[in-house]
């Protein structure tokens, strides 16, 4: 599984000889770093991604510090990341406007208490990795217009929609909407779809009595069975387990004899 984090550093920090031991991205928010680069340094503004595999480096810090964006690939991860792994050097990425504002939905919500906490950032990280692939290879189309209001759409239905339906809703025929779906979101429309019904799930876990059942089907999942698997699948817990972590979270063991 992927890493996402945001973090601050404080203003005129030094890295020397600093180490990522996995395909890595950084995306400055705030703030700036210069990087050794050769027998010069090279300034990293705000916007700019620093995309590279495994690597040790030397950065410092301005007078302002910065606060950055940080996505780290987990050794075994199957992400489909060809174009980072095979990177010989860093590169540097400019800033353009869906970066931006994926970027800001990711800042978001690394910090928002939210029971589908998870799932919400697992879905950012697949659609950063997959945004930051179409840079490395070349393509740097920006997404149609209708790309967004499919996603709302499948949010505001909580997944119960048919991929006939998106394209409708698009105005596109629907393997060309899967597709672009896709190469843009980092999943297909329907694993989306499924992430959307699981999240709702979560937060219905969290702050309902509701059966597990009415849950099942408040979220859009055939059954309990239905919900029990996915959620197993995804998260690796069962739905009773996450109502019991949602509602006990600071539960503290037994004393010890005395």
Known sequence: MEALATFPIAPRTRFRDHEH????ACLVLDGGFQERDGAGWRDVGPGCVRVSAAARHDIDFGPSGARCLLLELAPDSDA?????????????????????????????AVTLVDPARAIVLDGLATELLA?????????????????????HHVEDVRGSVTV??????AGVHRVHMARVFREHVG???????????????????????????????????????????TMRAMTG???????????HPFKTAPSAPR
Do not use: C
């Open 21 to 24: 031991p996995a395909v890595h």
């Open 187 to 229: 999943v297909p429309v329907t694993e989306y779809a499924r992430r959307v019904r699981l999240a709702v799930a979560q937060r219905l876990l969290a702050s309902s009595a509701l059966p597990l059942s009415r849950v099942a089907a408040r979220a859009g999942f055939a059954d309990q069975s239905h919900l029990t698997r």
């Open 131 to 151: 945004q930051l692939e179409r840079r490395l290879k070349g393509r740097r189309s920006s997404p149609p217009p209708w790309l967004d209001r499919v996603r």
């Open 164 to 169: 006939a339906a998106l394209a409708r809703e």
């Open 80 to 108: 489909p990341t060809d174009a980072l792994r095979r990177l010989a050097r860093p590169r540097f990425l400019a800033a353009d406007p869906w970066l931006v504002r994926l970027a800001g939905r990711i800042d978001g």
């Open 237 to 247: 817990t069962t739905p009773g387990a996450a109502r019991r972590a949602a509602l």
